[in-house]
């Protein structure tokens, strides 16, 4: 059975009688935005990476190897390997294909601007963008004196924000990601970070 082509315009969806579904614009506009987001490189970054690309790396890249980069990374760069591991979870889920809205990319979710600093040229690189976030996690550590707090608020509001507020600073979005890695951190170091591979 041949099946008639997809109409285009959203204009041109129509049920029965003429009605068009509620909601159907938003969808194919939301639609449209995604395509058009991913149709060449993402904003910021040079290089070739597209979404499909992002997805065709992720097949490859089992929770476990990601662990794996993690606690790489961290013996690297001299930090605690659950507090690394904590931070990932918190920023993407473990997700190599994570995108936010503000256009924050890969498994640490590293800003275009960051990651240019740090010279990562592609944000889905599994292995460069852990190593690039633990090491801009480490310059925290370090700036901060060991502080994982004032560190952890760093790495999501900027260092100036913490020197200007003498803090962590007085955002709900920041205070509750340092809340966040911080519990799980303490999470996986008491039930071992085998526990987040079920």
């Given at each position: 059975m041949k099946l008639p082509p997809v109409p285009g315009p959203a204009a041109d969806?129509?049920?029965?009688?003429?009605?068009?579904?509620?909601?159907?614009?938003?969808?194919?506009?939301?639609?449209?935005?995604?395509?058009?987001?991913?149709?060449?490189?993402?904003?910021?970054?040079?290089?070739?990476?597209?979404?499909?690309?992002?997805?065709?790396?992720?097949?490859?890249?089992?929770?476990?190897?990601?662990?794996?980069?993690?606690?790489?990374?961290?013996?690297?760069?001299?930090?605690e390997p659950t507090l690394l591991l904590a931070l990932a979870e918190v920023e993407s889920g473990l997700r190599p294909d994570a995108l936010s809205e503000d256009?924050?990319?890969?498994?640490?979710?590293?800003?275009p601007a960051t990651a240019r600093q740090l010279g990562v040229t592609d944000p889905f690189d599994i292995r460069a963008g852990i190593d690039a976030g633990a090491r801009y996690l480490k310059e925290h550590l370090d700036r901060f004196q060991g502080d994982v707090p004032l560190a952890l608020a760093a790495y999501n509001a900027g260092p100036g924000a913490v020197l200007r507020y003498g803090g962590v600073p007085p955002y709900a979005e920041t205070s509750r990601f340092v809340a966040r890695v911080l519990e799980r951190q303490r999470t996986l170091a008491s039930t071992g970070s085998r526990a987040s591979t079920r």
């Open positions: 969806l129509r049920l029965a009688g003429g009605i068009r579904p509620a909601g159907l614009s938003r969808v194919l506009a939301r639609i449209g935005a995604i395509k058009t987001r991913f149709r060449g490189p993402v904003d910021g970054f040079s290089g070739q990476v597209g979404f499909a690309r992002a997805l065709a790396q992720t097949p490859r890249w089992q929770p476990s190897a990601v662990r794996d980069a993690i606690k790489s990374a961290a013996a690297r760069h001299q930090i256009g924050a990319a890969g498994i640490l979710q590293l800003m």
